[in-house]
């Protein structure tokens, strides 16, 4: 079972994402072997009711409810059954600042509560070059349970994100032993994936984790079709 996964980020609101996951739902009858998770912006989250699609926070804080301005928290997911969350996308860590301890304590809260976590990973084209790679992969994973049963784990390297410069086949390879190695977790890729490149990756890895080529259903249908 390959994992597709489309990431919104902070793009269509909650009208274009409903005619979205309406246009896409009822395109995959005869899709099969293939799991597709949406995960839209947070106020555009909706019923968790769909027949093929999946649908995941892109975020959401470590609490039941409470005082915490600006965040949602595990009280507003379980309102449209969302038992699916996205943690330690690389614009979680860079542009607000969560670190490798904040994102386990996310993640431990989560897990807690039995959801399957998307969680996210990569390095820089710095830590690339400098051959501390794996190294930086290891530390990135260290704070989390590998074993947890519901745990999907992203590679996804910041130099290849929005970018359209995709890994190479070979760089996915390298990645995906080492991270194998390490967890039976599925391990999937995301950085410039598109309806061109989708299928060699999906030969090579558990999954894709998809930006901006998920924003358009055709493109979205393409790679999900394989
Ligand atoms: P991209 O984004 O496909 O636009 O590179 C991937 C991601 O950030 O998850």
């Not at 995959?28 to 699609?53: C, G, M, Q, R, W």
Request: proline share 1%; charged share 25%; aromatic share 10%.
């Amino acid at each position: 079972m390959k994992i597709i996964a489309g990431n919104f980020k902070s793009n269509l609101n909650r009208k274009s994402t409903i005619g979205f996951l309406k246009s896409l739902d009822s395109t995959l009858d005869n899709i099969s072997n293939k799991e597709i998770y949406i995960f839209p912006a947070t106020s555009s989250l909706v019923e968790n009711n769909f027949k093929h699609i999946i649908l995941g926070a892109q975020n959401a804080h470590y609490a039941e409810s409470g005082a915490f301005t600006g965040e949602i928290t595990l009280h507003h997911l379980e309102e449209f059954n969302i038992k699916t969350i996205l943690i330690a996308h690389s614009e979680r860590r860079n542009l607000f600042g969560e670190s490798d301890e904040i994102c386990a304590t996310k993640f431990d809260f989560f897990k807690e509560r039995d959801f399957r976590i998307f969680y996210c990973i990569g390095e820089s084209l710095e830590v690339r070059e400098s051959g501390k790679m794996l190294e930086f992969l290891d530390s990135q994973i260290s704070k989390i349970d590998l074993d947890y049963q519901n745990l999907v784990l992203a590679y996804e390297p910041l130099w290849a994100i929005g970018t359209g410069r995709v890994a190479k086949a070979e760089q996915i390879s390298e990645i995906y032993r080492f991270l194998k190695s390490r967890t039976n977790a599925p391990i999937i890729y995301g950085g410039s994936v598109n309806e061109k490149n989708a299928s060699e990756i999906l030969g090579i890895c558990d999954g894709v984790l998809v930006g901006s080529a998920s924003l358009k259903v055709e493109s979205f249908y393409e790679i999900i079709k394989g």
